[in-house]
């Protein structure tokens, strides 16, 4: 789909509910490492007294760990927890790691064990839960701003926005002609990912609806994917896109900020904000899922906020109640336990 910045990502299938103290969260790790290097056929090592750490609304212990071969960094093994349960197990290898490993990397390494052999689980979308507020999410009174690649300088007079793939007619679009076409549209709260909203914003933009109805979607198109020159991609079910999906160019009645996403960006209602996509050139209506930049590192491929879909499910158990489980409480690598 794209030529993100993590070319090369895996995953695991990961049967463990049972984790009481950080060292379990190391010992899966290094499980998932030596098993990674088996494949691989290469000495990968992963570094535990470097592993990034966050508590992420409020249920869910992220652990990054930097991969190295030798003194060399060569990507980084994430290790989702919630409840007691390991909830996915992933990460991204940089492309300059295929010339040091064997022929065996691919665009998608997908490791299907980690304590049980063909125990895979797929893409599993969660039951929403019947509630009035966005669970666990914080309001404030304003966004904070993430840039994967950086804010970018960009030329209106050269910025076009395509869109391809299954349909039957290609479209391109200037800014004016978006902008010509763009409307008013209902307020809504933005949930980030990381557990906070912010609401009161007064949104412009063309509803994706109109956009795809002028280039007649196929009906083997079941995704839609969005992606600007930098390498940031997302995804999102075709499905959720036309039923709710803006391309905005406004925000409170002035023109997309820079670092908003100017000229334009995707916005979804119901979904965590990483996949309102900013700075977007591309729309490509695909037939497969493919991960875009952030659902390679982990995050959940359609990103339900009513679900709490912050993350993959690759656990079997979790996968099968359609709803997270276990009391979740934040455990962090400071705690009793830690290996040294």
Request: proline share 6%.
């Amino acid at each position: 789909m794209a030529d993100t910045p993590v070319p090369h990502s895996f995953e695991c299938t990961v049967d463990v509910d049972d984790v009481e103290e950080y060292n379990d969260i190391t010992m899966v790790a290094l499980s998932a490492t030596t098993f990674l290097a088996d494949t691989l056929g290469a000495e990968l090592e992963i570094s535990i007294d470097s592993v990034h750490w966050e508590y992420i609304g409020r249920r869910f212990n992220l652990y990054a760990y930097p991969l190295r071969i030798g003194d060399e960094a060569i990507g980084e093994l994430r290790v989702v927890e919630s409840g007691g349960y390991v909830v996915n197990v992933t990460g991204a290898l940089e492309a300059s790691i295929s010339s040091k490993i064997s022929n065996k990397v691919s665009e998608k390494l997908q490791i299907e064990k980690l304590a049980k052999k063909g125990n895979t689980v797929d893409t599993v979308f969660l039951e929403p839960r019947d509630s009035e507020t966005a669970p666990g999410q914080v309001t404030i009174p304003r966004f904070i701003v993430y840039a994967a690649e950086g804010i970018p300088e960009i030329s209106i007079s050269d910025w076009r926005l395509r869109i391809s793939g299954e349909v039957s007619f290609p479209k391109t679009l200037s800014y004016e002609e978006l902008v010509r076409h763009s409307r008013l549209l209902s307020e809504y709260e933005f949930h980030c990912v990381t557990g906070w909203s912010t609401g009161g914003h007064q949104w412009r933009g063309v509803p994706l609806s109109e956009l795809l109805g002028e280039v007649g979607v196929a009906s083997s198109a079941k995704w839609l994917a969005a992606r600007n020159p930098w390498g940031y991609a997302s995804i999102v079910p075709l499905s959720i896109a036309t039923e709710e999906g803006v391309v905005i160019t406004h925000i409170d009645d002035k023109p997309l900020a820079k670092e908003h996403g100017f000229p334009a960006r995707l916005f979804f209602p119901s979904l965590y904000g990483w996949k309102a996509a900013k700075w977007i050139t591309e729309i490509i209506l695909l037939s497969k899922y493919e991960d875009g930049f952030w659902e390679s590192l982990a995050y959940h491929e359609r990103g339900l906020v009513s679900a709490e879909e912050r993350f993959k499910i690759r656990n079997p158990a979790i996968a099968s109640a359609r709803k997270l489980v276990g009391e979740p409480r934040r455990l962090p690598p400071e705690r009793k336990g830690m290996r040294p």
